[in-house]
C-alpha cells in the first residue's frame, strides 16, 4: 500500500508543475569525423514492440537464430544472417519480461505472473501461474528454470512440467524501480541483486542462501533518498563478480569467499559491462564511464550524450554502442571514449541494450524494428 501511495503522490506532484519542468533536456548530438562505417544488413518488423511502456523485452539468441517477442504476445524467430523469418505464434497474452531458454526450450513471462514453456519452433509445452509478474527473461540450468518475479521470489520450477521445486522470499521495499536484475547462474549458485541493494547467492539444487552482501547502503531520510535498488546487468569473470545499484555503488565480489574487493560510489539503472580489463557503465545521468576492472579507478568519461536516456554500453569488435531514446546507435571508443560512428533506426527509440553475437549487432526498437548491422573501419 506504501509503495502506491508514494508513486501515486509522485504522479500527482509532476501533474501540478507540468508547466515548469525542471529535467535537464537531452543533449544535442554533436559533429564528429566518423571513422568507422555501420552497415545495416538487414531490418524487419517483429510485432508491435512496447510503445512507449518501459517495459524490456529481451531477445534470445541461440541456433543461428534471434526469438524475440512483443508486448502483446506475439512471438517470432528469425534467421541471424539473413533476416527471414522461420515461424511466429501468437500467445494472446501481455508479456512482460522477452524471451528466455536454450537450444530446444524457450520461456516467456508476463504481466500476470504466467511462466510459458514453448519447444524450439514456437509449440505450446506447458503454461503455469508464477507468484507474481515476472519482468526479466527466466534462465534454464538443467532441468530447472530460474525465475525472478517484482514480489521479491527467486524460485525454481521444473523444465518437465512447470511446478515448483523451491523458492527464496525477500521482502520488497515500500519503494523500488520497475524492473528487476537478471539472476546469474554460474558453478551451480546463483547471484541475483535485490531490490534492497543486496546481492543474494543461492544454491541452484536446494534455494539455500550461501551468502548474502549489502552491494548498496540506504541512507538519507525521504523514501526516494533511501531507494538502492539493484535492477541492472551484471557479469561474472572468472571468479570475479560486478554488480552496481542505484543510488549505490559499482562493486567487485569474490564469489569463492563471498567478500568485497574493491568499491566506488556510482549510481546506474543499467548495470556493467566487461570487456577486456574495462567496466563499462552508463550512469543515471546518461554519462559513458571506463573503469579498470583491478581497482575501479576512473579511465574516461564521455558526458556528451546526457539525459537521452542510453542503455548500457556493449562492447562490438573495437567499439562501444548505446542506443537512445531517439533509436540512435552511438559508438564510442573503448580506450578514450571518442564517439566512433553513428547511425539511426526508426526514430522511435530503443530500451532494450543492443545485442552483440559473432561480431554483428542486433538491435530491437520501441515500435517492434529488428535490425541487424555490421562494422568495419574506414581507410
Given at each position: 500500500m506504501i509503495r502506491f501511495i508514494i508513486v501515486f503522490l509522485g504522479i500527482v506532484f509532476i501533474a501540478a508543475c507540468g508547466d515548469s519542468d525542471n529535467s535537464e533536456p537531452p543533449a544535442e548530438l554533436i559533429e564528429f569525423e566518423q571513422t568507422l562505417d555501420v552497415k545495416k544488413l538487414w531490418s524487419v518488423d517483429a510485432g508491435g514492440g512496447v510503445g512507449q511502456l518501459f517495459v524490456k523485452l529481451y531477445p534470445l539468441i541461440v541456433d543461428n537464430k534471434i526469438v524475440i517477442t512483443d508486448r502483446y504476445g506475439y512471438v517470432s524467430a528469425y534467421d541471424l544472417k539473413t533476416g527471414e523469418k522461420l515461424w511466429d505464434t501468437e500467445l494472446d497474452l501481455t508479456i512482460s519480461g522477452g524471451v528466455g531458454g536454450d537450444s530446444d526450450h524457450l520461456v516467456i513471462t508476463t504481466r500476470n505472473g504466467h511462466v510459458v514453456l514453448l519447444d524450439s519452433m514456437g509449440k505450446l509445452i506447458w503454461?503455469?501461474?508464477?507468484?507474481?509478474?515476472?519482468?526479466?527473461?527466466?534462465?534454464?540450468?538443467?532441468?530447472?528454470?530460474?525465475?525472478?518475479?517484482?514480489?521479491?521470489?527467486?524460485?525454481?520450477?521444473?523444465?518437465?512440467?512447470?511446478?515448483?521445486?523451491?523458492?527464496?522470499?525477500?521482502?520488497?521495499?515500500?519503494?523500488?524501480?520497475?524492473?528487476?536484475?537478471?539472476?546469474?547462474?554460474?558453478?551451480?549458485?546463483?547471484?541475483?541483486?535485490?531490490?534492497?541493494?543486496?546481492?543474494?547467492?543461492?544454491?541452484?539444487?536446494?534455494?539455500?542462501?550461501?551468502?548474502?552482501?549489502?552491494?548498496?547502503?540506504?541512507?538519507?531520510?525521504?523514501?526516494?533518498?533511501?531507494?538502492?535498488?539493484?535492477?541492472?546487468?551484471?557479469?561474472?569473470?572468472?571468479?570475479?563478480?560486478?554488480?552496481?545499484?542505484?543510488?549505490?555503488?559499482i562493486v567487485s565480489i569474490d564469489i569463492r569467499r563471498g567478500q568485497l574487493i574493491w568499491s566506488r560510489k556510482l549510481s546506474t539503472y543499467s548495470g556493467v559491462s566487461y570487456s577486456g580489463s574495462g567496466l563499462f557503465i552508463s550512469d543515471d545521468k546518461d554519462s559513458v564511464w571506463a573503469l579498470d576492472s583491478s581497482n575501479g579507478a576512473t579511465l574516461w568519461k564521455q558526458e556528451k550524450l546526457k539525459a537521452r536516456q542510453i542503455t548500457r554500453p556493449v562492447s562490438i569488435k573495437k567499439s562501444l554502442v548505446v542506443a537512445d531514446y531517439e533509436a540512435y546507435l552511438h559508438f564510442l571508443s573503448p580506450f578514450d571514449g571518442h564517439f566512433q560512428a553513428r547511425i539511426e533506426t526508426d526514430g522511435s527509440g530503443v530500451i532494450v541494450p543492443p545485442v552483440e553475437h559473432n561480431g554483428r549487432l542486433y538491435v530491437i526498437t520501441r515500435n517492434g524494428q529488428l535490425s541487424a548491422f555490421e562494422l568495419e573501419s574506414k581507410n
Open positions: 503454461k503455469v501461474d508464477a507468484s507474481s509478474e515476472v519482468l526479466m527473461p527466466a534462465q534454464i540450468a538443467g532441468n530447472l528454470i530460474i525465475i525472478r518475479s517484482v514480489d521479491g521470489r527467486i524460485s525454481a520450477l521444473s523444465l518437465a512440467d512447470g511446478s515448483e521445486q523451491w523458492t527464496y522470499k525477500r521482502d520488497v521495499p515500500a519503494l523500488s524501480l520497475r524492473g528487476n536484475s537478471v539472476p546469474v547462474l554460474k558453478q551451480g549458485y546463483i547471484f541475483n541483486g535485490l531490490d534492497n541493494g543486496r546481492l543474494v547467492t543461492l544454491d541452484l539444487l536446494d534455494g539455500h542462501t550461501v551468502f548474502d552482501i549489502a552491494v548498496a547502503s540506504p541512507s538519507g531520510r525521504s523514501e526516494l533518498e533511501r531507494l538502492v535498488d539493484i535492477d541492472g546487468h551484471a557479469e561474472i569473470i572468472k571468479d570475479t563478480l560486478y554488480m552496481s545499484s542505484y543510488q549505490g555503488r
